[in-house]
T-cell receptor, first 113, second 111 residues
Framework: IAGITQAPTSQILAAGRRMTLRCTQDMRHNAMYWYRQDLGLGLRLIHYSNTAGTTGKGEVPDGYSVSRANTDDFPLTLASAVPSQTSVYFC????????????FGPGTRLTVL | RKEVEQDPGPFNVPEGATVAFNCTYSNSASQSFFWYRQDCRKEPKLLMSVYSSGNEDGRFTAQLNRASQYISLLIRDSKLSDSATYLCVVNQNSGYSTLTFGKGTMLLVSP
């Protein structure tokens, strides 16, 4: 693994279905983040984790949940997908929460029909 | 006032031109500032960090004015490959805070 990987690359999902977006890093960074990016709205933070075992809510957390069982993995789950969750999702990592630059994965393009 | 504001552009410039982007932020306690570059349908990538009064990296110069809460990015001798969206990013400096991203300024460099 080189850096940050996300899976799947893209997905078309029926409304009401459950979906987990995966994010894995090998950079040993403490902090991890999930963003969504929509045209005209920019990047918006969904959830974050400052270190393994802790998570926090970002700007748009409703309809999403996360877990951080270890340093490397930070999955994002949509319990019951809705069309408004159609977006590009980026996972990011940072050495120290909040103060250092963040590094982004390649993104997951999700379409909810 | 929005937390991080940028002119959305697009800025259309010819190759070789000098172009400057501006960004304002609302939180006077912010301490970390960055410029990211994002190509179409790709992830944002760190272009420059701006930690003090500004810094330069080749054709790129970033400047910070804390009194005016203003950050700029200057690109000299523009290349076709500079065409992208440039995101201004600010740390809000409130405990375990997170970065706030501007919506980005699009740059189109033409031959």
């Amino acid at each position: 693994i080189a850096g940050i990987t996300q899976a799947p690359t893209s997905q078309i999902l029926a409304a009401g279905r459950r979906m987990t977006l995966r994010c894995t890093q090998d950079m040993r960074h403490n902090a991890m983040y999930w963003y969504r990016q929509d045209l005209g709205l920019g990047l918006r933070l969904i959830h974050y984790s400052n270190t393994a075992g802790t998570t926090g809510k970002g700007e748009v957390p409703d309809g999403y949940s996360v877990s951080r069982a270890n340093t490397d993995d930070f999955p994002l789950t949509l319990a019951s997908a809705v069309p408004s969750q159609t977006s590009v999702y980026f996972c990011a990592t940072g050495r120290v929460a909040g103060y250092n630059e963040q590094f982004f994965g390649p993104g997951t393009r999700l379409t909810v029909l | 006032r929005k937390e991080v504001e940028q002119d959305p552009g697009p800025f259309n410039v010819p190759e070789g031109a000098t172009v400057a982007f501006n960004c304002t932020y609302s939180n006077s306690a912010s301490q970390s500032f960055f410029w990211y570059r994002q190509d179409c349908r790709k992830e944002p990538k760190l272009l420059m960090s701006v930690y003090s009064s500004g810094n330069e990296d080749g054709r790129f110069t970033a400047q910070l004015n804390r009194a005016s809460q203003y950050i700029s990015l200057l690109i000299r001798d523009s290349k076709l490959s500079d065409s992208a969206t440039y995101l201004c990013v600010v740390n809000q400096n409130s405990g375990y805070s997170t970065l706030t991203f501007g919506k980005g300024t699009m740059l189109l460099v033409s031959p």
